[in-house]
Structures are given as structure tokens and as C-alpha cells.
T-cell receptor
Framework: EPEVTQTPSHQVTQMGQEVILRCVPISNHLYFYWYRQILGQKVEFLVSFYNNEISEKSEIFDDQFSVERPDGSNFTLKIRSTKLEDSAMYFC?????????????FGPGTRLTVL | GQSLEQPSEVTAVEGAIVQINCTYQTSGFYGLSWYQQHDGGAPTFLSYNALDGLEETGRFSSFLSRSDSYGYLLLQELQMKDSASYFCAVREGVTGGGNKLTFGTGTQLKVEL
């Protein structure tokens, strides 16, 4: 069964450093998302991406964040200058379309630890 | 503001039935989803309601009342493997660019023998 994959599974970085989190969505999906979950808290929407552009973003997704689809398979989230409060689990998700039940398929996540 | 409230924790015994409630207040509403998340794992889709009423999928059912801004997830014949966190999530609208999910606070379900 197709699945969303993410790398790395765990990333440790120093405050102020840039990180790139990588995702490979399911191949025939058209809509891509990034969410984050701080330990013990709810899942929070960051950004949605469709047709090679951002379709919606949250207040969390400030100028330090960017997304890119550099080729036909990868979808990346970049944090330019990490802060301590960026420590969280970052989930990539994708779905085929917006009709029906809008089921989003989540990847296993990247745990980002900022020291 | 936007809020989706759920009980923080529910405990039940194996074989029992449990109901997890969700009340929401969002700027838009198109549908209510339920996701399951095991510790350290990814959220996985369980159910979706766009219209009032009950949707049944095996041991899991989900209910929606749009007029009351309320929904619930019903888990029957509980099994130990059902121990996990359960999140309701609102889809606020239908756009050409995809539909973000706004998640609730989550309910941790503990199933005991």
C-alpha cells in the first residue's frame, strides 16, 4: 500500500541553524501539507501546497519557514534559523483531492530537537 | 477564535463501548474528521461526517450534529490495541488548494483488561 515517507526520522540541530525536512508524498496525490505537534499537544496546521504554490498557511508559518517541491516526488519544509520553540514532531501529509472525505495520509514524522 | 474541545482522557475496559465527544467553534465548517494516533506514531484517518447523522465503519462510528456544533466517535467492542489518542478535526471549507485540518485537543483512551 502506498505511503507517505519522511526523512530524517530525528533531527538534532543548534539554535539558529537551518534545517530541511523531507517528505515523499503518495505518488498520485496532488495536495500536500505540513503539520507540527509539540510533545503532548495537538496537531497544528502549518501550510498546504497545491499546483506548485502555497494555498494556505497558518500564523505559525512565518518568514522563517518555506516549502518547496524541487522535483516530481519530494516536498520539503525549510526552517531558516531554528528557535528552541521549533522543537516538535513535524508531519507531512498528502491527499488526492478535496472531494469526498478529504482523508489526509500522514507520514511517520520527523522529530526536530533544537538545542 | 477557533476551538475544538475534547475530554483529555477516557478509560474503559476491554469489550466495552466508549464515546469520545467533540465540540467545535470554527470560522467555517465543512466536515468533521476523526484521527487515531498511537504514541510516537502518525495520525491515521478513521471517519468523516459532512452531514448530520451517524456514519458506521466496522467497530467505529461517528456522529455529527451541525446545529449543535458537536460530534462524537463511538468505539465498540474495545480492544487493547485501541489504546491511543483520538483527535477530532474540522475541515473549514472547500477550496481549490486543499483543505487544512484544524485539530482538537485530543483524547487519550486507555483500554484496561
Amino acid at each position: 500500500e502506498p505511503e507517505v515517507t519522511q526523512t530524517p526520522s530525528h533531527q538534532v540541530t543548534q539554535m539558529g541553524q537551518e534545517v530541511i525536512l523531507r517528505c515523499v508524498p503518495i505518488s498520485n496525490h496532488l495536495y500536500f501539507y505540513w503539520y507540527r505537534q509539540i510533545l503532548g499537544q495537538k496537531v497544528e496546521f502549518l501550510v498546504s501546497f497545491y499546483n506548485n504554490e502555497i494555498s494556505e498557511k497558518s500564523e505559525i508559518f512565518d518568514d522563517q519557514f518555506s516549502v518547496e517541491r524541487p522535483d516530481g516526488s519530494n516536498f520539503t519544509l525549510k526552517i531558516r534559523s531554528t528557535k528552541l520553540e521549533d522543537s516538535a514532531m513535524y508531519f507531512c501529509a498528502s491527499n488526492r483531492g478535496t472531494s469526498g472525505n478529504n482523508e489526509q495520509f500522514f507520514g511517520p514524522g520527523t522529530r526536530l530537537t533544537v538545542l | 477564535g477557533q476551538s475544538l474541545e475534547q475530554p483529555s482522557e477516557v478509560t474503559a475496559v476491554e469489550g466495552a463501548i466508549v464515546q469520545i465527544n467533540c465540540t467545535y467553534q470554527t470560522s467555517g465548517f465543512y466536515g468533521l474528521s476523526w484521527y487515531q494516533q498511537h504514541d510516537g506514531g502518525a495520525p491515521t484517518f478513521l471517519s468523516y461526517n459532512a452531514l448530520d447523522g451517524l456514519e458506521e465503519t466496522g467497530r467505529f462510528s461517528s456522529f455529527l450534529s451541525r446545529s449543535d456544533s458537536y460530534g462524537y466517535l463511538l468505539l465498540q467492542e474495545l480492544q487493547m490495541k485501541d489504546s491511543a489518542s483520538y483527535f477530532c478535526a474540522v475541515r473549514e471549507g472547500v477550496t481549490g488548494g486543499g483543505n487544512k485540518l484544524t485539530f482538537g485537543t485530543g483524547t487519550q483512551l486507555k483500554v484496561e483488561l
